[in-house]
């Protein structure tokens, strides 16, 4: 996994590069500028647009580049140069000395290719004036491919929220290591193909800078707790009890232990307070069901207990539930048991809260607006109340634990938003922690894999939470 890092971090991960490099910040900035260009040389008419901070540097640095590359090329700047810091500075009058267009107002030709070089990470304020002015006409300029150079300018580095506009790129470059906003709430759209530049600069060294935020990637899947050996049978694979399907909601509760089974799980029963849940066995003969905690034949010697799939609000519900936890196992609070939780239990280091931003305002006390504001924030405040792994669903899940680490998923789609989708993530933590994967692990896994399996049905808006289900074996196997 590779690291994310937060604004506080960049200034320190840029000079771990220029030391390792022996070089000043002015040589990492025309590095940087460099290995830029590489994604516009080929295009014949470009319009590289710089703004206020050292990011219009890089865009100098990849105007001289085209320029003397033949191409044309012209600066738009928002500011004066004698604005700029001192390497963009620096920059600019190599341009200019070069023989280099500038045009400070708006232009009305075409251009194949516009860069973005307005604002970098450190962008912490609403985007107004000439700077919104310049975003706005850069998102209409159709015709163009729209590159941004280090993150889309306007977008917060740490939150992936739209400080009041944002550019839409249809690629980002990121330099040297990845930033949390680039994949959480807008970053995913705004940032279009995203790819990472070490200019020279070994991971090893970047990665000295240390950071508790994490980038999930495939080798997850490759765990060795999900390799098997011959000479195993039900019991080694573990007994998931999962609970909920109340008041006509068994689909929740059937979709939960379907994906529970097909993640691996030995044995897995369904218990609903409906006396229709013994019809489960028949759409899926190989799920045991039964109609109340109490007539449960797997209860006791359950390694994992999931609640909340279809479990609804009443008193009953509240009733199982705290049942359920006075077992003291591993378990997963999912769906209506979250909202029944809140500030009310805190939970032991093997379990999983698996909320939603709604959920999580619930749990927190506040709006979804405040969690969405910060996700990171709000994950490990969620984990740290609750003392529970916390996995926030959104664009960009977050995979949260008591001891600060957050692991950020970069995949999965938006045809995913359906209902029973969180349902079958539910099953799939349970199913990997009943095969003895520790809370944070399982929780991780689950979400990569789910998500991954959602993006090769390649159903588009069409995706049902079934056929995630259906999709865990292809997925797992191809990964591996």
Known sequence: MKSIYLKQHIKTVDAHAANYLHISSFELMKQA???????????????IVTGAGNNAGDGFVMALLALKNNQDVTVWNLIPIDDLPTDAQMAAQQYLHAGGKIIIEQSDEDYDCIVDAIFGTGLSRTVVGIF????????QQQQAVILSVDIPSGLDADTGLIRGCAVW?????????????????????????????????????????????????TSVLKSKELVRQHNTHKGTYGTAVI?????????????????????????VEVVSNSSR????????????????????????????????????????????????????????????????????????????????????????????????????????????????TVILKGSGTLVANPEGEVYICPFGYSGMATAGMGDVLCGMVAGLMAQ????????????VWHALSAQKCQLGNCLIASDVINNLAPTLYDES
């Open 169 to 217: 790129a249809d690629i980002t470059v990121s330099i040297l290591c990845y930033k949390a906003g680039q994949f959480t709430n807008f970053g995913k759209d705004l940032c279009g193909k995203l790819f990472l530049e070490y200019i020279g600069v070994a991971n090893t060294i970047i990665s000295k800078v240390p950071s508790k935020v994490k980038l999930l990637d």
């Open 436 to 447: 003895g994967l520790k809370a944070t692990r399982a929780a991780y896994i689950a979400v």
């Open 132 to 139: 919104e002015q310049a975003i706005h006409w850069i998102n």
């Open 33 to 47: 500028g460099r290995a830029l260009f590489c994604y516009i040389q080929n295009h014949q008419k470009i319009l």
């Open 243 to 267: 609970v909920g399907g109340h008041d006509g909601m068994l689909g929740a509760l059937m979709l939960a232990g379907q994906s529970a089974l097909r993640s691996g799980c030995g044995m």
């Open 277 to 388: 849940s013994v019809m489960i066995s028949i759409q899926c003969p190989e799920l045991i069901t039964a109609s109340s905690v109490h007539a449960s034949l797997l209860l006791e010697k359950a390694d994992v207990l999931a609640i909340g799939p279809g479990l609804g609000l009443n008193q009953h519900s509240s009733e199982v539930l705290e049942f359920c936890i006075k077992k003291n196992k591993a378990m997963v609070i999912d769906a209506d048991a979250l909202t029944l939780s809140t500030n009310k239990y805190k939970f032991n280091k093997q379990t999983v809260l698996t909320p939603h931003p709604k959920e999580a305002a619930r749990l927190l006390q506040t709006t979804v607006e405040m969690i969405q504001s910060d996700r990171i924030t709000a994950a490990l405040e969620i984990s740290k109340l609750y003392k529970a």
